[in-house]
């Protein structure tokens, strides 16, 4: 039963909402300086940025409970999908909705006791993905551009909660990049059988279709990355004109994203999420992993035995 619920909160998901740190990553908050002048962990932001990003990965895990029980009939006909702890009957109907209650009170309980405004951001993240449980996932296009939208909030939630600036770029890469995650998913989804019988809105999608959008929303994610490295704003506040080199990792992961979601990485399409696909990836989590280390090495400005 605890596998089940664990399943059903899908905690391999909540690496998306690493967004929500990103405002006080890329503001240099990490780190702050002890009066002899020594790097030393800023505990004030980052466990501000910890607690809000938590929040969220509670918070998602009941929009996926919630989500799970709303299209369990559609789930049980889904050749991945029909395994999933509620269309199994692994957790029972009645213990998941008890599950989604209680993460619901205590993430929005959490995030009015950590910034009143954090959550009413937090509040507006909740009601936008149970409308698109319910009943704005079945619009095409619509729905993708609300996948968007909740990832652009993270990053509005995360700047709230460390009292972080944003900037316009920030806002932008995002937005970009979670349109062409979200076309990355309909295409993994059509992909599948009997996809007409599990979502509406991809009756609405074509291969082609999606293969443009892909195309348009990954060029223009990578297009506006290299012109915040190169914009004299980000040069002077980093202190740096060294971003750039992050540029290439960036590039690559929009191309091998591309080729996971497109079942030509030689396994096929067998994950039940991009997400999974990502994750398994060796290429795919090396070079994020190097784009991390380069990234942080420019921003923290970090040197050899500093």
Avoid at 22 to 50: C, E, I, Q, W
Avoid at 133 to 139: G, I, M, N, W
Wanted: glycine share 8%.
């Amino acid at each position: 039963m605890v596998r089940g619920l664990l399943k059903t909160i899908r905690p391999h998901q909540w690496v998306k909402n690493l967004f929500v740190m990103a405002p006080m990553f890329f503001h240099r908050d990490v780190f702050t300086s002890t009066k002899d002048g020594v790097p030393a962990l800023n505990l004030a932001v980052t466990g501000r940025a910890a607690a809000a990003t938590l929040i969220f990965c509670f918070l998602a895990g009941a929009v996926y409970t919630i989500n799970d029980l709303v299209d369990v009939e559609a789930d049980r006909v889904h050749p991945v999908k029909r395994l999933r702890p509620i269309a199994s009957g692994q957790v029972p109907v009645p213990m998941a909705r008890v599950l989604a209650g209680v993460l619901v009170v205590f993430s929005l309980a959490a995030a009015y006791y950590l910034n009143p405004l954090f959550a009413a951001v937090a509040a507006v993240y909740f009601v936008e993905n149970i409308a698109y449980s319910f009943k704005l996932k079945k619009v095409a296009f619509l729905d993708v551009g609300l996948i968007a939208f909740g990832f652009v909030l993270r990053v509005v939630a995360g700047g709230i909660a460390t009292g972080t600036h944003v900037s316009v770029y920030m806002y932008a890469c995002t937005a970009l990049l979670a349109l062409f995650l979200g076309f990355g998913k309909r295409r993994h989804e059509l992909a599948g059988e009997n996809v007409e019988k599990q979502r509406t809105a991809l009756r609405a999608y074509t291969p082609r279709s999606l293969t443009i959008a892909l195309g348009i929303t990954g060029f223009a994610t990578i297009g506006t990355y290299v012109a915040y490295t190169f914009d004299a704003a980000t040069r002077e506040f980093f202190h740096s004109d060294l971003l750039w080199l992050t540029a290439p990792f960036t590039a690559f992961g929009i191309i091998r994203f591309l080729y996971l979601v497109s079942g030509r990485a030689g396994r096929g399409l067998k994950a039940e999420s991009p997400t999974q696909e990502m994750l398994r990836d060796v290429p795919f989590v090396l070079n994020l992993v190097l784009w991390i280390v380069v990234v942080v090495a420019i921003v923290y400005r970090l040197r050899p035995g500093t």
